[in-house]
């Protein structure tokens, strides 16, 4: 009788130890996500953040993105500082790491764990897209969710309920969110054979639609009717027009059908952002919302029935143009300090010494070292996922779930690409958001060698949390 208690006390206190342990695994795993930011010295900033600060402090929707990001910058705010928001991104994604892994990898340890957290962190984006202001980080935080709700069999009720209200929250704070997550459910489902991870799918995709109805429901309450981003068709104006589709179109029908953009067909085309960022044209694409959508649809519809092939050749160019273009830093410069500035002044007015003294405000990060660093490792990447794809595809088997993973991801990378290239325009951080889960993927394969500094790469202890 005593040994029996002698050895359920000492089995207590084993797997107390190592609950203790898995904590400080998560902890520390967070402050290496947040290196970048703490680097810094304030969270990184990117030309949008000026958006996200204003929309948070009015809480009113802004026509060009959705406001779900803002709401958590308001929350943040609440403490005088938001520096909360970013600690809370980098955690939520160590957790999602950690399950991640410990789904295909059920034997890792703690140790083995923070070693690989630390290779994503020292090798890859991540740390300078958590480390950030922004909803960017978002995009691999929805494609893990969606993973680990289909795949993880241990997940209990609570945590389960906890991705689902994970995935409604993503999709509040992109665009792109909603047809990605949709996108990826559906091959999910044509990819599984058991009919129960089928089931599994139901959920996740009414949490997308309830981030949809929670959104617009708030919009409505605002601006007096249901909407997502009242002016996110200037977006799709901006790849018309970039993409020359709007000049061909133009010149062939100009004036006879009277398009809003024909008196200006001389100095088109041009780029995105001169259209709508800089308003080269002196259209107002952002105030003229009605004037925006009409144009759309009729440049669309006209010319999906006149030059269905244009259509597909500047799909394909824009999409391979934007997955070549990942480099690391996009944005990382004081170029927008005085448009970020004013915001910060009237959300989280304490921050903004901390913000002026950044090592982005004052130009001192070296971009270009990370850049030398971080694109030869993605192509790397690349390479891999393709080379491991390949094979899966020559064996015909998805039993293994580092392989189901991987491909869930390179149709997460490819939708992401489509979505992003011809509903918004080319830019690097893209494809950079989800570049290095093809670095997890890899890291999760992988025996790493037994360092003394790190000890075994697997426990026989490594329990649930």
């Not at 208690?5 to 342990?21: D, I, N, T, Y």
């Not at 090798?123 to 289909?150: E, N």
């Not at 070296?366 to 990447?381: E, N, Q």
Request: glycine letters at 6%; proline letters at 5%.
């Amino acid at each position: 009788m005593e040994q029996a208690e002698v050895a359920s006390s000492q089995a207590f206190a084993g797997a107390r130890a190592m609950r203790a342990r898995n904590i400080g695994a998560l902890g520390l795993a967070t402050a290496m996500l947040a290196g970048a930011a703490l680097f810094n010295g304030y969270p990184l900033t990117f030309w949008d953040t000026r958006a996200y600060l204003e929309s948070a402090t009015t809480l009113m929707p802004r026509p060009d993105r959705l406001i779900g990001y803002a709401f958590l910058l308001r929350v943040s705010s609440w403490t005088g500082s938001l520096w909360p928001i970013v600690i809370a991104q980098c955690a939520l994604l160590a957790w999602l790491l950690r399950r991640v892994l410990r789904r295909l990898r059920p034997d890792l340890s703690p140790r083995a764990y923070l070693a690989r957290v630390a290779l994503l962190a020292s090798c890859t984006a991540l740390p300078w897209i958590a480390g950030q202001l922004m909803a960017d980080i978002f995009t691999p935080v929805l494609v893990l969710a969606l993973f680990l709700y289909i795949e993880d069999d241990d997940l209990s009720r609570l945590q389960r309920l906890a991705l689902l209200g994970l995935i409604a929250l993503c999709v509040t704070v992109h665009l792109t969110h909603l047809p990605l997550g949709l996108a990826l459910l559906a091959l999910a489902w044509l990819g599984l054979r058991r009919s129960e991870l089928r089931r599994r799918i139901l959920a996740p995709a009414l949490a997308l639609l309830a981030g949809v109805a929670a959104i617009g429901g708030w919009n409505s309450t605002r601006v007096g009717h249901f909407t997502l981003a009242p002016g996110s068709d200037a977006f799709l104006l901006g790849h018309l027009v970039d993409t020359g589709i709007a000049s061909r179109m133009l010149d062939a029908h100009c004036p006879e059908r009277g398009y809003w953009l024909c008196p200006h067909r001389a100095r088109l085309p041009m780029g995105t952002d001169q259209l709508l960022w800089v308003d080269a044209l002196d259209i107002q694409p952002w105030e003229n919302p009605a004037a925006v959508s009409g144009e759309v649809s009729r440049l669309l519809r006209d010319s999906l029935r006149e030059e269905p092939l244009l259509h597909a050749q500047v799909a394909l160019s824009s999409t391979l143009q934007v997955l070549g273009r990942f480099a690391t830093g996009e944005g990382l410069d004081p170029d927008a300090r005085d448009l970020i500035e004013p915001q910060l002044l009237k959300l989280a007015p304490g921050d903004v010494p901390a913000f002026a003294a950044s090592r982005q405000q004052r130009g001192a990060i070296a971009v270009d070292t990370l850049r030398s660093l971080h694109t030869p490792i993605g192509w790397a990447l690349i390479a891999f996922a393709l080379f491991a794809l390949a094979r899966w595809a020559r064996q015909k088997d998805i039993g293994s779930a580092e392989l189901r993973f991987l491909g869930f991801v390179f149709a997460a990378w490819l939708l992401n690409a489509v979505l992003s290239a011809n509903l918004s325009g080319i830019y690097d951080r893209y494809e950079s958001r989800l570049l290095w889960l093809f670095g997890l993927s890899l890291l999760a394969w992988v025996r790493l060698p037994k360092l003394a500094a790190l000890g075994s790469d697997t426990t026989q202890q490594y329990t649930k949390s």
